[in-house]
C-alpha cells in the first residue's frame, strides 16, 4: 500500500503506520557503516567494483560520496562491471535534498576512508569460507553501543546503513548459522542471482568452523566470529545502543535481516523501536524475498521507497529498472527519511531530478 | 563579573553576554579533541600522567571517562604525581548532570581509545625540538572541517575541549611561531609554572626549523609542523567547519589562544561565532595571561565556569584551589554548556557534588 509519501508499505501494516508518523518532519542522522571482506572477492559473488580488488575501494569511495559529494579514493563513482552507479548517488542526493547529516562508521575496512570516520575497533573480514572471518565482535558491538547511545542524544531518530560488497552472502552465512531460512531468499546486486554459489560458499565456512545450520542459535557473537561479516556486530551495536531511545530506520535490503537476526538474539526488546527502509526494487525482486526472512523471527515492519528511474534520461539509471543493483549504502532508508523529513515536499520525482543532476556531475569529473 | 549562571565574563563583555544568551537552554554537544606527543614527555614539562610514559595513556583513559563514566586503559583515572585526579572528571559529571552527548575526535594519540572515536587522519606528534612535530596538518584541517559541518547539523552549538599532555608548551611553539608573544603567559598543570623551560623548548624547535619567532606568521600550516600539536589542525579544523553556522565554545584554557591563533590566521571570519569557555582558576592564575595572549591579535569573548573546590570534603579536589592542574578536558567549557543548558538548574554547588559524588566512585574502583 502507499502512503502520503512516495513511500510503499511492504510488511506489518500497522506497525509501519506509527513507524512513519513517529518519523514525520523530524530530523535524523545517517549513519552508512562501511566494511570489507574476502568474501567480497570470490569471484561471482558481488558486483560492488569492477574487479574483486576493487571491492577494497568501493566502501571508502562510497563514504567519501556522501560527505564531500565525490571520491577521492577512486577516480568518479563506485560502479558495477555493467557500468551502473553505486547505489550510494541515490543516498547521496537523498540526504543533501534534505539537509540530512552523515557520520561514517567503519566497521573494518582494508582502505580507510579519505573523511573522518568513527573508529569502533574492527578490522577487515575474512574469507568466510576459512570458518573465522570477522574478529573482535563483542568488543565492537559493545563500542557501537556506546557510539549509538550517544547519536541519539542530538538526533530524533538514526538511519543507518551499510556498505559492504558480497554482504548478501556473509549475510547468509549469519542467517543460516542462527537457524533462519534464508537460502535461494537473500537479495543481489548482479542480474542473475547466484544463490547456488552464496549457499555453497556458506555450507565451507560452517562446515570449516565445526557448525551447521541453525547449530550457533545461542551463540550469536560466534555465529559472526564464524561465517559473518563486520558490518554487522557494528550496525547491531549501534541499533542496540539507539533503538532505548529513538526510533531507528535499518537502511538496507536483505543483508539487514542478518542484522535483524543478530538483534534478536542479543537484545530481542531492541526491535520495538526499529524498522526496515529498502527500495521499491528489493520488495518486488522475483529473486529475493525479504519478507520471508523476517517473518521466521520477528515483525518488524519494512517500508521500501517508491523509487523508479525508468523515466530517467541516463541509461546508467534506467537500468536499475531492471532489477540490478537494487540497494546499497541506504539508499532506500535515505530516500524514506528524506521525504519524511520534508513532510512529502520531497517526492520521488524531484528525488529523481537531484540524482540525474548529481550523476550528470560526477561522471563529468572522470 | 557575574551572570546568572555561575559563569564569570573574563574578557569581551559585550559579545561575551550575546554568546551566553545565544546558549542559554540549548542542546549542545561536546567534542573531546585527543592527541599525544612525545614534547608531553619532556620531563617537568607535564603533570598529565604518573611518569613521563604514562602521558600516552592519559588522552584515551579521559576519552573513557567520558563516553563510560570510568577508564579502561589505565586503572582508576589520571591522576598527577601529586594525585590530583584529572579534570575529565569535572568534565564527565557536568556532561551527565546536563545529558550533554559527546564525541571523542582522536587528533592523534599512540595509543587508541577503547571508546568510539573519530579517526581525523592525524598521528602522535613528534618532540618540537626536532623542529617537524606534526604530520598531515593540511589532511587534518580538511578533515576536521568535513566533520565540523556534519555535527553543526545535528546540535545548536558546539563546546570543544582537549586532552594534549604537554599541550601549554606546544601552544607557546605555535604562537611563537606565528607571532603573538605569549613567553611567560601559557598556563600549567605544574604547581610551579615551568615558563624558562618551556621557553627552552620552543627556541630549540624553532631553530631546528631554521625558524625564529615570527617567521612563519604567513604559514599558518608550517608552524603546526614544526612546532604545534596533532590537537591544533583538528580543533582548528572543528571550530572552522562548525562556525559557519553553530556557536563554538573553545574549552580550554591557553591552548585554546593557539588554536585561536591558527583560525585566525586560516579563516579569521569563524571567530566572529565563537567564544573561549575556560574556568576560574584560569583566568584567576598569576602565573599565565590567556586574556593578554588573546588581545594581541582578536576580541575572542573569554567565559569562565566560577568553579570552586575550596569546600570539598576531598582533599583531592580542595587542591585545586592552591592552583593546581586548573583546566583541561575541556571542564570550564564543559560546566559553562551544563549550566547553561539547565538555565542555571545546574550551578557550581550542585556541580561539586555530582563531581564529588563520581570522584569517590571512581576512586573506590581503584
Redesign the interface.
Known amino acids: 500500500m502507499k502512503t502520503n509519501f512516495d513511500v510503499i508499505i511492504a510488511h506489518n501494516k500497522q506497525k509501519a503506520e506509527v513507524f512513519l508518523s513517529e518519523i514525520e518532519s523530524k530530523?535524523p542522522?545517517f549513519i552508512a557503516t562501511i566494511a570489507t571482506t574476502e568474501t567480497g572477492k570470490i569471484p561471482g559473488v558481488s558486483a560492488a567494483g569492477q574487479n574483486p580488488d576493487f571491492t577494497d575501494f568501493t566502501p571508502p569511495a562510497d563514504a567519501e560520496l556522501l560527505?564531500?559529494g565525490k571520491c577521492k579514493s577512486i577516480q568518479g563513482v563506485p560502479i558495477t562491471p555493467d557500468g551502473i552507479p553505486t547505489p550510494g548517488l541515490i543516498t547521496m542526493s537523498a540526504l543533501k535534498l534534505a539537509?540530512?547529516?552523515?557520520?561514517i562508521a567503519?566497521a573494518g575496512c582494508k582502505v580507510?576512508p579519505?573523511?573522518?570516520?568513527?573508529?569502533?575497533?574492527g578490522n577487515s573480514g575474512r574469507d568466510i569460507r576459512t570458518g573465522d572471518s570477522v574478529d573482535n565482535v563483542d568488543k565492537v558491538i559493545e563500542?557501537?553501543k556506546?557510539?549509538g547511545e550517544?547519536?541519539a542524544?542530538?538526533?530524533d531518530y538514526l538511519v543507518i546503513g551499510e556498505s559492504i560488497p558480497g554482504g548478501t552472502t556473509t549475510a547468509l552465512g549469519l542467517l543460516s548459522a542462527l537457524g533462519v531460512n534464508a537460502a535461494g531468499k537473500v537479495s543481489s546486486t548482479l542480474p542473475v542471482n547466484p544463490h547456488d554459489l552464496k549457499v555453497d560458499v556458506v555450507q565451507a565456512g560452517l562446515k570449516a568452523a565445526g557448525e551447521k545450520f541453525g547449530s550457533l542459535t545461542g551463540n550469536p557473537v560466534k555465529a559472526v566470529s564464524c561465517v559473518g561479516d563486520p558490518m554487522m556486530p557494528a550496525l547491531a551495536g549501534l541499533v542496540i545502543g539507539a533503538a532505548n531511545h529513538v526510533p531507528v530506520l535499518m537502511a538496507g535490503g536483505t543483508q539487514m535481516t542478518a542484522v535483524l537476526a543478530l538483534i534478536n538474539a542479543l537484545n530481542p526488546e531492541a526491535l520495538c523501536n526499529v524498522a526496515i527502509g529498502t527500495t521499491r526494487w528489493v520488495i518486488n525482486d522475483a529473486t529475493s524475498d525479504i519478507r520471508g526472512i523476517v517473518n521466521q523471527f520477528c515483525n518488524v515492519p519494512i517500508l521500501a521507497a517508491d523509487l523508479n528511474f525508468g523515466g530517467s534520461k541516463f541509461p546508467g539509471l534506467q537500468i536499475y529498472e531492471t532489477g540490478l543493483v537494487k540497494e546499497g549504502v541506504g539508499a532506500g532508508g535515505a530516500s524514506i527519511a528524506a521525504m519524511a523529513k520534508m513532510s512529502g515536499a520531497v517526492n520521488k520525482d524531484l528525488l529523481l531530478k537531484a540524482i540525474e543532476r548529481n550523476y550528470s556531475v560526477l561522471m563529468s569529473m572522470k
Chains 1, 2 share one sequence.
Open positions: 530530523n542522522l560527505l564531500l539537509n540530512i547529516p552523515v557520520v567503519n580507510s579519505q573523511v573522518p570516520f568513527i573508529d569502533l575497533g563500542r557501537a556506546v557510539a550517544q547519536f542524544k542530538i538526533s
